[in-house]
């Protein structure tokens, strides 16, 4: 039971913003909200996480609902590199610190 | 690249037989984490090490065992081996098995005929 819910595919065109969003409206007050991406043919890659303020880093930004509820992953630009699968996940810190990963977002950037 | 290293990285090979997957950690790291992924099941969690010991349990089944040697590096040993088995393994690791991020392998591939 991955308890975050996507959607299951989005389209994009290249150089705009795309913004993923992701349901956890089940979420404990101890649960991360990590982003990993994987793209064709490749293990998943890291892209971001957070608690319960927004994030920043030079691939993205997460923001994250006041009530944690929902988050939503902003791809500032989008490149055709950018196509792959977007899994947003809750780690449970107390649970070993595994990541359950979801069905995710299947994105696809048009040029 | 994620320095995760796994090898093999194709493996075919017959019903009943055994298999053994390698993963070296990214150099500094302690813990390491093996996924599953299948088409019809996605992404699972298998096991997770941390320093030798095993720290977490998911969805592995009896046939399957791994462990992880003082040197850190991992080995998931799959035996009597189903077709259901058919599917990329991968292995991750991070330095304390805090809440971190993960770096990912490669992968194996294993295709059970």
């Known amino acids: 039971d991955a308890k975050t819910t996507q959607p299951n595919s989005m389209e994009s065109n290249e150089e705009e913003p795309v913004h993923l969003p992701c349901n956890h409206s089940?979420?404990?007050?101890?649960?991360?909200i990590h982003w990993y991406r994987q793209l064709p043919s490749q293990g998943p890659e890291y892209v971001i996480h957070?608690?319960?303020s927004n994030v920043n880093n030079r691939m993205a930004s997460l923001a994250i609902a006041e009530d944690r509820k929902s988050s939503t992953l902003i791809l500032h630009r989008a490149t055709l590199r950018d196509a792959a699968v977007y899994y947003c996940?809750?780690?449970?810190?107390?649970?070993?610190?595994?990541?359950?990963f979801g069905g995710g977002t299947r994105l696809m950037v048009k040029p | 690249d994620s320095g995760v290293t796994q090898t093999p990285k194709h493996l075919i090979t017959a019903t009943g037989q055994r298999v053994t997957l390698r993963c070296s950690p990214r150099?500094?790291?302690?813990?390491v984490y093996w996924y599953q992924q299948s088409l019809d099941q996605g992404l699972q969690f298998l096991i997770q090490?941390?320093?030798?010991?095993?720290?977490a349990k998911g969805n592995i089944l009896e046939r399957f065992s791994a462990q992880q040697f003082p040197d850190l590096h991992s080995e998931l040993n799959l035996s009597s081996l189903e077709l259901g088995d058919s599917a990329l393994y991968f292995c991750a690791s991070n330095k304390w098995g805090g809440t971190g991020e993960l770096f990912f392998g490669e992968g194996s591939r294993l295709t059970v005929l």
């Open positions: 957070g608690l319960t």
């Open positions: 150099s500094g790291d302690l813990s």
């Open positions: 996940i809750r780690m449970n810190n107390n649970a070993g610190n595994m990541l359950t």
């Open positions: 090490y941390y320093n030798g010991e095993e720290r």
């Open positions: 089940t979420i404990s007050g101890t649960d991360y």
